[in-house]
């Protein structure tokens, strides 16, 4: 059997309660609370600022499209199809940032960089 032999580059960093805040800042919805927080508060690491603002404007995206879809007036058959074709853009604009949450939950447990693509990378991070 073959042991692997971690390189200083590849041991973590980062402390075990650092990651968990991490982990509830990509939590969707309800871990916009943790992200705000480690933002305003000084002491935050870069990576856990990143992963903050990464996951609050994932959470903006998706309350903008979701809000964008919102109520439609019902009556009519046009309507009533509107309104189906909406209510499953919506669903699937869930489903997609729930996935997305939880994929990147799973960079962050593979200890990969997390980051959004019109985010410069950061070296440190790497």
């Not at 968990?20 to 509830?24: E, G, K, S, T």
């Given at each position: 059997m073959k042991r692997l032999v971690e390189r200083p580059d590849q041991i973590s960093r980062e402390s075990f309660p650092e990651k968990?805040?991490?982990?509830?800042c990509l939590v969707p919805i309800?871990?916009?609370i943790p992200a705000t927080i480690a933002l305003t508060r000084q002491r935050s690491s870069?990576?856990?600022r990143n992963v903050s603002q990464v996951a609050i404007a994932l959470m903006i995206i998706w309350a903008t499209g979701y809000s964008a879809m919102g109520g439609m007036?019902?009556?009519g058959e046009q309507l009533q199809q509107?309104?189906?074709t909406t209510e499953l853009l919506k669903a699937s604009?869930?489903?997609g940032y729930f996935g997305?949450?939880?994929y990147l939950m799973y960079?962050?447990?593979r200890q990969q960089n997390i980051q959004l693509p019109w985010q410069k990378p950061d070296q440190r991070d790497r």
């Open positions: 968990l805040v991490m982990f509830f309800f871990g916009m870069q990576k856990l007036p019902t009556g509107l309104q189906i604009l869930s489903s997305l949450c939880i960079r962050l447990h």
